[in-house]
């Protein structure tokens, strides 16, 4: 099998990001969302404007010139705790690239950007009906579940 690369995203990735969001969406069971929707979350995502501070990052990871899985990572403010902290918003591979390393090799992409940019921590939210919970990997990985934290949305 040949190897992976895990880069940033440019605008040239764009369509081929949008199709595996679609996939994976799809294999999900998310419902359509708004006409172009998806659309402007990949053009901010694969273009960033910034101001001399990056906000965001989408890591893909490429085989073969395809995308076969990708995390996204945002820079969230927390004046409490004195600086900020990195979110992972997204990580996901393609289901027939699973079990190839590629989530390890995204965490440690997204460790090294976040001590770069010096984050106070990584957080991520993991569902607790998906496989990579059920299979603990982000506790193997170093991460902790906060006992003392819930979850909440408020869907619009």
Same mark, same amino acid.
């Given at each position: 099998?040949?190897?992976?690369?895990?880069? %940033?995203? *440019? #605008?040239?990735? @764009?369509? @081929?990001?949008?199709?595996?969001?679609? !996939?994976?969406?799809?294999?999900?069971? $998310?419902?359509?969302?708004? #006409? &172009? /929707?998806?659309?402007? +979350?990949?053009?901010? %995502?694969?273009?960033?404007?910034?101001? &001399? %501070?990056?906000?965001?990052?989408? !890591?893909? /990871?490429? +085989?073969?010139?395809?995308?076969?899985?990708?995390?996204?990572?945002?820079?969230? =403010?927390? #004046?409490?705790? &004195? &600086?900020?902290?990195?979110?992972?918003?997204? %990580?996901?591979?393609?289901?027939?690239?699973?079990?190839?390393?590629?989530?390890?090799?995204?965490?440690?992409?997204?460790?090294?950007?976040? @001590?770069?940019? *010096?984050?106070?921590? !990584? $957080?991520?939210?993991?569902?607790?009906?998906?496989?990579?919970?059920?299979?603990?990997?982000? =506790?193997?990985?170093?991460?902790?579940?906060?006992?003392?934290?819930?979850?909440?949305?408020?869907?619009?």
């Amino acid at each position: 099998m040949a190897d992976f690369e895990i880069r %940033l995203a *440019g #605008p040239a990735d @764009q369509s @081929q990001f949008l199709s595996i969001v679609r !996939l994976i969406r799809d294999e999900m069971g $998310h419902a359509e969302t708004k #006409p &172009g /929707a998806l659309d402007e +979350m990949a053009h901010l %995502l694969c273009a960033p404007h910034y101001d &001399g %501070l990056r906000h965001h990052w989408l !890591l893909i /990871a490429v +085989m073969d010139g395809d995308i076969v899985g990708y995390c996204t990572m945002h820079r969230v =403010p927390m #004046p409490i705790m &004195g &600086g900020s902290e990195a979110y992972i918003s997204d %990580l996901f591979v393609r289901a027939d690239m699973r079990g190839h390393d590629l989530g390890h090799r995204f965490i440690d992409r997204v460790e090294e950007i976040a @001590q770069a940019e *010096g984050f106070v921590r !990584l $957080h991520v939210i993991n569902r607790k009906d998906r496989e990579s919970h059920k299979r603990g990997f982000y =506790p193997k990985l170093g991460f902790r579940e906060r006992e003392e934290a819930a979850s909440f949305v408020l869907e619009f």
